[in-house]
């Protein structure tokens, strides 16, 4: 058996736990983990940053949390280091060298983690140089593929970019979860791309369910069903029973 085989066997039996206690509360508009939508890039605008106590980003999809209860907000996108370097150097021209967030990471590699494998000077480089590559390529194919369509052993949408929902149905890109890529999306004007459901408000559930219709279905899906979700609001109980499920 292959490393990422065992791999994606264990990520898929954390996640039958967790799904299940998401859809013994909330039923089946529960998101699960690692579940795929599709986002509008240009409705991405802000960033989550702050991530509820003990959690990381790989223990995060999927999870439905109180945001005010527990003081999680968003930050606008804009003031993100990796974006603006990102928008210096794509839409503005400028070598990644000369930016803030090429800088930054060569300096930790500088004064940290020397020596690391994939925190050398040269590893660094290349990772700008791979970006460059996908951006040349989504700019050519005009879509992003998914994670299954890259890696077909892959669980779900496990490692793909990753947005947190909240209240008002904002979305936002998780800490170091693929602020690269939704900034490809963006500045290539794309019309929605594939993600992973990430942290989602108690009060934000109604807003997945539009979001897992693929992109060629939306039309057909909107005139059906949006406004028995304009109409959808969770009870006070089950605002409760989120506070109180473990994460």
């Known amino acids: 058996m292959a490393i990422h085989d065992i791999k994606q066997i264990m990520i898929a039996l954390r996640a039958l736990h967790r799904d299940r ?118 700019e050519r194919e005009r879509a992003f593929k998914t994670q299954k369509q890259l890696k077909p052993w892959n669980f779900r949408e496990y490692g793909g970019v990753q947005i947190g929902i909240d209240a008002a149905g904002r979305f936002a890109v998780m800490r170091g979860s693929g602020l690269h ?8 004007d794309l019309p929605y791309i594939p993600a992973m459901v990430g942290l989602i408000d108690v009060n934000a559930i109604s807003y997945l369910e539009s979001l897992r219709t693929p992109p060629e279905h939306r039309a057909e899906f909107a005139s059906g069903t949006s406004e028995m979700l304009r109409e959808y609001r969770p009870s006070e109980s089950l605002a409760v029973d989120a506070s109180a499920m473990s994460l």
């Open 181 to 188: 890529r939704t900034m490809i999306a963006k500045l290539l």
């Open 21 to 138: 206690e998401n859809h013994a509360v909330f039923g089946t508009a529960a998101p699960r983990t690692a579940e795929l939508i599709w986002v509008d890039p240009k409705k991405i605008n802000f960033y989550m940053g702050q991530l509820p106590e003990g959690l990381n980003n790989r223990r995060t999809s999927g999870r439905i949390v109180d945001f005010e209860r527990r003081g999680l907000s968003f930050s606008p996108l804009e003031d993100v280091i990796p974006v603006k370097s990102s928008l210096m150097h794509w839409r503005d021209g400028l070598p990644w060298e000369e930016t803030p967030d090429f800088i930054n990471r060569m300096t930790r590699v500088k004064f940290f983690r020397a020596g690391i494998s994939h925190n050398t000077k040269s590893a660094v480089a290349r990772r700008y140089r791979k970006l460059d590559e996908l951006y040349r390529r989504i």
